[in-house]
């Protein structure tokens, strides 16, 4: 995630040679421009600086240098009003599922006035001014949160301006949502597009991309709190609220995210990759959440007593399902998915088929 610029020399008689480059490399000096992280490289036009960004910061770079320096930056960001509704309106005669318990008013009225609900109940006034919607037949309920979510959030870096995702998320009454794995420059982007009413969904948090601890191309090294610091900076900076500590093999990898995300302010939602001992370190140390569920069929009441004293979340989620069957395939086998109003209405034929 880092940017690093090396000179590359032109040598007579070594066409063809390969040369390996990396941020250790011996054979050429490598300098580091960046703190943290930079997206988006590009050279300037005489090939003597080095453009990068990271959130709305532009970096720019001497491609000659000293080895301990680094690239200026300015922001570039700027300021966007959220998307507000004015005006009031009364959603009359439904049945309505309250937060209070158990209790639900029948015949009851929602009173909304621009982005806030003002008045809930059998009888309440419903000023002249307000628009009326008979909702007689009809049951509201609180909006949804969906806190394990996940989507496509672009295409090839496209942001549609109608997604069927969130309007079939929308449809089955989810208003806030929290995407654990996704691509920066998409989820982001879209997120803030939502906010200044540009494209229509429900509210969208989201980890960003996933801080992997086994070996790939897109690997999230973390061998100290300043590595952890770097990486959480980062997505911070592109948007992030949280991050997702993946399959990080060692528990003080794990706790070192812990530490650098209380220092930055962010949640961690790990999973435990069908790691049940992984788990129960997950919540003594403190996570936000557990992903996914538990790897085992029965909790017994030691679990729940070691659970039930710390401020951990669970979120087992329907279709990652260790230990058991995925929930999507049980609608698949006893429902016609595809006949569905909201799916068949919202979501295309191919994907539902």
């Known amino acids: ?12 008689g070594q066409a063809g040679k390969v040369l390996t480059v990396g941020a250790k490399m011996d054979a050429l000096p490598v300098r580091q421009l ?4 930079g997206n988006s490289l590009h050279w300037s036009g005489d090939s003597r600086q080095l453009h990068f960004s990271l959130g709305d910061e532009l970096f720019t ?25 004015s005006g009031k309106v009364a959603l009359t005669g439904a049945r309505i599922v309250t937060m209070k318990g158990d209790d639900i008013i029948e015949g009851g009225s929602v009173l909304v006035d621009g982005n806030r609900i003002v008045a809930v109940g059998k009888d309440i006034a419903i000023p002249a001014d307000a628009k009326r919607i008979d909702a007689s037949g009809k049951t509201i309920i609180p909006g949804l949160i969906d806190a394990h979510w996940h989507g496509a959030m672009a295409d090839a870096g496209l942001i549609p301006q109608q997604s069927w995702i969130n309007l079939a998320s ?29 494209v229509l969904g429900p509210r969208i948090y989201s980890t960003g991309g996933i801080l992997y601890g086994a070996r ?3 690997s999230s090294t973390v061998n100290s709190l300043d590595d952890a610091l770097t990486h959480l900076n980062r997505q911070k900076a592109e948007g992030a609220i949280s991050v997702k500590s993946y399959q990080q093999p060692r528990r003080d990898q794990r706790q ?12 961690v939602v790990p999973e435990g990759g069908a790691l049940f001992q992984n788990n129960m370190t997950m919540v003594v140390d403190g996570h936000t959440t557990v992903e996914h569920a538990l790897p085992i069929a029965e909790v017994w009441d030691d679990v729940k007593q070691l659970w039930g004293q710390q401020a951990v979340g669970y979120t087992p989620t329907l279709n990652v399902g260790y230990g058991g069957l995925d929930g999507e395939h049980y609608w698949y086998a006893r429902t016609e998915v595809w006949k569905h109003p909201l799916l068949s209405r919202y979501v295309p034929r191919t994907v539902l088929e």
């Open 216 to 218: 790939t191309p897109f």
């Open 170 to 198: 929308l449809a089955f009454g989810v208003t806030t949502l929290h995407d654990p794995s996704n691509q920066n420059a998409a989820i982001f982007t879209q997120a803030e597009m939502q906010r200044a009413g540009v």
């Open 61 to 85: 770079a001497k491609a000659e240098g000293k080895a301990s320096d680094k690239a200026s930056s300015q922001k570039i960001g700027f300021q966007q009003a959220s998307d507000k509704p």
């Open 256 to 267: 070192q995210v812990l530490e650098a995300a209380r220092q930055t302010g962010m949640m």
């Open 34 to 37: 960046d703190i943290n992280a």
């Open 1 to 12: 995630f880092h940017t690093y610029v090396t000179p590359l020399p032109a040598v007579q």
